[in-house]
């Protein structure tokens, strides 16, 4: 079974509104997560790394007033996208490395299509 | 930058083949090479991963070859089935743990014909 769970799979929302998207290690604790995004057939591309605790570390070009990270417990980390606009519609994933895993796998989620009308 | 070059951009493959991706990094500290795939809607799932010190890996039909002199490394499917065709994306990352942030490959579409 899936061991890092996003929520919601798809969301669709009107131009200007902030939408939150829930990224949670089921069965393990994570102390530090990644936020990607993809587009319709392209690669994942780093957004942020999200720290338990501490501020999210931004990839260079990314908004950190606009994709807002905050990872305010060991198995939750929540990407909020601020007044959204259409051409932020994409494919958010996040994945989780944990704390006790010792094989460093890092584990994504099921990813969350974003539409911004 | 473009650290992690990945080729075929797209691949046919009749069933019962092998189908073998490419991939040809820049940074030399990378040290961790795992390859995952992805299918339509989904996540990326790992596949298999290699580190430098070895030159092959197997995992039932998976298979990384790894050449670290000409820092290029390739996983080949043996024995390709429908099921197989996915997206399949080569990654690397520096440091002793999988956990550090991945740089990916551009992507191969592979579609495993009957």
């Known amino acids: 079974g899936a061991v890092v769970s996003q929520h919601p799979s798809r969301v669709i929302c009107k131009s200007g509104t902030s939408v939150k998207i829930e990224c949670r290690s089921l069965?393990?604790?994570?102390?530090?997560m990644f936020w990607y995004r993809q587009f319709p057939k392209q690669s994942l591309m780093l957004m942020a790394t999200?720290?338990?605790?501490?501020?999210?570390?931004?990839e260079q070009g990314v908004e950190k007033d606009k994709f807002l990270i905050n990872h305010a417990s060991l198995t939750l980390s929540t990407l909020t996208v601020t007044s959204a606009h259409p051409e932020d519609s994409s494919f958010y994933i996040c994945?989780?490395?944990?704390?006790?895993?010792?094989?460093?796998?890092?584990?994504f989620g099921e990813g969350s299509r974003l539409t911004v009308l | 930058q473009q650290q992690v070059k990945q080729s075929p951009q797209s691949l046919i493959v009749q069933k019962g083949g092998i189908s073998i991706i490419n991939c040809a990094y820049e940074?030399?500290?990378?040290?961790?090479f795992p390859w995952y795939q992805q299918f339509p809607g989904k996540g990326p799932a790992l596949l298999i991963a290699?580190?430098?010190?070895?030159s092959e890996k197997k995992e039932g039909r998976f298979t990384i070859s790894f050449n670290k002199s000409a820092k290029q490394f390739s996983l080949h499917i043996m024995d390709s089935q429908p099921g197989d065709s996915a997206t399949y994306f080569c990654?690397?990352?520096?440091?002793?743990?999988?956990?550090?942030?991945?740089?990916f490959g551009t992507g191969t579409q592979l579609k495993v014909e009957l």
């Open positions: 994945s989780a490395r944990g704390t006790s895993r010792g094989t460093g796998e890092l584990f």
């Open positions: 069965d393990f604790q994570a102390t530090t």
């Open positions: 999200s720290n338990e605790g501490s501020k999210a570390t931004y």
């Open positions: 940074n030399t500290a990378f040290d961790y």
């Open positions: 290699i580190r430098p010190d070895v």
């Open positions: 990654a690397a990352s520096i440091g002793t743990g999988g956990g550090n942030k991945l740089t």
